[in-house]
């Protein structure tokens, strides 16, 4: 089961990559929906195809969230 929400936490503790269906989830869409932006080339930020799976930078995912790449979060 997909998480509801995601905070930036916990995206930026993914590291410098994450998979298509975590980025789904990110972004609230669909995992069938996102695959096939992935496949015709429409997926809101770049992809990386690594044979017959996709690679997402959690940098691109950042930036479209509006969030910054090089700061780190406010402590709470």
Same mark, same amino acid.
């Given at each position: *089961?997909?998480?509801? !929400?995601?905070?930036?936490?916990?995206?930026?503790?993914?590291?410098?990559?994450?998979?298509?269906? !975590?980025?789904?989830?990110?972004?609230? *869409?669909?995992?069938?929906?996102?695959?096939? *932006?992935?496949?015709?080339? !429409?997926?809101?930020?770049?992809?990386?195809?690594?044979?017959?799976?996709?690679?997402?930078?959690?940098?691109? &995912? &950042?930036?479209?969230?509006?969030?910054?790449?090089?700061?780190?979060?406010?402590?709470?």
């Amino acid at each position: *089961m997909a998480k509801e !929400t995601w905070h930036e936490g916990e995206i930026r503790g993914l590291g410098a990559r994450t998979d298509l269906r !975590t980025a789904c989830d990110i972004l609230g *869409m669909g995992h069938t929906a996102g695959y096939r *932006m992935a496949k015709n080339g !429409t997926f809101p930020v770049p992809l990386i195809k690594v044979g017959r799976s996709y690679v997402v930078p959690v940098a691109h &995912l &950042l930036d479209l969230l509006g969030l910054s790449r090089g700061s780190e979060m406010a402590a709470a």
